[in-house]
């Protein structure tokens, strides 16, 4: 908890610095706090001579890592900021300041447990490019490829526990201080993003993320994903293939290479939903400093995709669940919306189906009287969330990084082509999606997910129909038994009919029978009793005074 308020206080104090005090929307606090900040602000008021991207930038810097990464997601939403601070915040991308090389080269060879001019025939020194959690260096193997080593900065994941610390926190307040901040979850997101950040500080998981990566798009002329060297990873170091490309932000280098840039917006929404609901493994950081552009080509480009350390997958409960919905938005079916926000239990089952239909169209019908191209699914996103805290709606954390990469998907595509359509690009695929989930491809593909378990039972099939035939044999055996027995039974009755003896012998041995199964008092008669008393009067009939 100490630890945690002294980073709460540096963050302040960076507040203070860069003068952030311009992004508070001061306007919404209460008055005590509005005034307490403004007046703690305007002592670096005199400091401001950057702009307030710059300063943005130079402050998410100097808070480490975590916030860095918070930059990212936001320099590709240029729908949502100025080209000031979206401009100033796209240099966090791979421009982060390095640290010294021969560092690098002690981690290397610590991990290796081998000299660098033995691991390679040629390495770089000076890095090629510096990122928040590691940086890279150019080599080459002595078998002649070109690789690139990616190592892990030194004592990162201290930092960055201090900062998770500090979320849990602020996260354990927001959910204290209201039943709104309870709905959001802060709690579990911040856990989700815990496990998603301290995964990207093992390469040894980012090498084997890249393979699969790499798997699932072989020969594909959509995506392609640089070969690992596997025998040069380890946790904080890893080897890959180094590519050529154009850098995806960089516009004017490929308008210069005539490269088709509607195709390759189109493309890029394509692969993501390729990931998400063909594959159910996703790059989950898919900012512009980890994506390139292959335009040997110019007309089919083809995207490279680098830094596979955050993937994501969803199972097909998710995966069903956000296809219906997607193509319910796409229809403007907004009942249909409505009713599976309720079926998947994002909000609760008593909610009004009819009211937050209502609520839905309301955020949506405004936006859809724009061109579909004009229209943004983040703001989608944005307007359904204000409808939040009217119908207790609460934050899915398994979906977050699905959300985070969609708007970056978006956001990107419109940067390379304006007039983007996610829509339409999206919804075939999607509804291509749904027919395959219900149609006969499907029934044939569970068909051979469940072959191997079958053809593990085969050898044990002869055994197993002997072993059923030998139990129905004795079942009709005994079958057969009682049957005799019971024919026995009723012509000794029959034969014992001709005595009087014997028929009082019966109805004794009914009585008897009936007052063991169920003895009563005759001082104390029940219904129940009552009713046994004329089953044992009807059998006496039967067995004694019926000819």
């Known amino acids: 908890m100490l630890t945690s308020a002294f980073r709460l206080l540096r963050i302040l104090l960076t507040v203070v610095r860069f003068r952030l005090d311009v992004f508070i929307p001061f306007a919404l606090l209460p008055w005590y706090i509005r005034y307490t900040l403004g007046a703690v602000c305007s002592i670096g008021r005199k400091r401001a001579r950057k702009n307030r991207g710059e300063r943005l930038r130079l402050a998410l810097e100097s808070l480490g890592p975590i916030f860095v990464k918070f930059g990212q997601i936001l320099s590709t939403r240029r729908d949502l900021l100025d080209d000031e601070i979206a401009d100033e915040l796209a240099k966090l991308q791979d421009k982060v300041p390095a640290f010294p090389g021969h560092i690098a080269q002690a981690i290397i060879e610590r991990d290796l447990k081998a000299p660098v001019d ?28 070109e690789v690139v080593v990616k190592v892990i900065r030194p004592k990162i994941e201290k930092t960055i526990s201090k900062d998770i610390g500090l979320l849990y926190t602020l996260a354990h307040l927001v959910a204290n201080m209201s039943d709104d901040g309870k709905r959001l ?13 301290l995964d990207e500080l093992d390469l040894a998981k980012e090498a084997a993320n890249t393979g699969l990566l790499q798997r699932n798009f072989t020969n594909s002329e959509l995506l392609y994903v640089p070969q690992v060297y596997w025998d040069y990873c380890h ?8 590519i050529s490309g154009i850098p995806v932000a960089d516009i004017a280098a490929l308008n210069k290479a005539n490269v088709d840039m ?18 159910s493994f996703f790059h989950a950081d898919m900012h512009p400093g980890n994506i390139f552009v292959d335009v040997s080509n110019p007309q089919k480009p083809k995207y490279i995709a680098i830094d596979c350390a955050i993937m994501g997958s969803l199972d097909d409960a998710d995966k069903n669940y956000l296809a219906r919905n997607l193509l319910a938005f796409f229809q403007r079916d907004y009942r249909m919306v409505a009713e599976l926000h309720v079926e998947s239990g994002w909000v609760p089952k008593g909610t009004p189906v009819h009211a937050f239909e209502s609520a839905i169209r309301s955020v949506c019908e405004p936006m859809f009287a724009k061109p579909l191209k004009d229209i943004s699914f983040g703001q989608v996103l944005i307007g359904l969330f204000q409808t939040a805290r009217r119908f207790n709606m609460e934050v899915q954390p398994q979906l977050v990084l699905l959300e985070k990469t969609l708007l970056n998907i978006e956001g990107l595509g419109r940067q390379l082509y304006p007039d983007l359509d996610l829509w339409v690009t999206a919804k075939p695929f999607l509804e291509r999606w749904m027919r395959e989930q219900i149609g006969p491809k499907r029934v044939m593909e569970e068909l051979r997910k469940q072959a191997p378990q079958w053809a593990g039972q085969l050898p044990q099939i002869p055994n197993l129909v002997f072993t059923a035939l030998s139990q129905m044999s004795h079942q009709e055996e005994r079958m057969q038994a009682q049957t005799d027995a019971i024919a026995q039974l009723g012509k000794e009755l029959k034969s014992s009919r001709q005595s009087l003896p014997f028929r009082l012998l019966g109805a004794l041995s009914i009585g008897a029978a009936w007052f063991i199964t169920d003895p009563v008092s005759l001082k104390h008669l029940e219904i129940a009793d009552f009713t046994s008393l004329g089953l044992f009067l009807v059998g006496l009939y039967l067995l004694v005074l019926k000819p």
């Open 185 to 197: 979850r802060p709690v579990e997101v911040v856990t989700d993003y815990e496990y998603t950040i």
């Open 262 to 279: 509607k195709c390759l917006a189109e493309r890029g929404v394509e692969i993501f939903f390729t990931q998400v609901f063909s594959h």
């Open 118 to 145: 033995q691991l390679f025939a040629e390495f770089d020194v000076t890095p090629l490019a510096s990122a928040s959690i590691a940086q890279v260096h150019t080599a080459k193997l002595h078998s002649g490829e």
């Open 235 to 242: 946790r904080n170091v890893m080897v890959v293939e180094r």
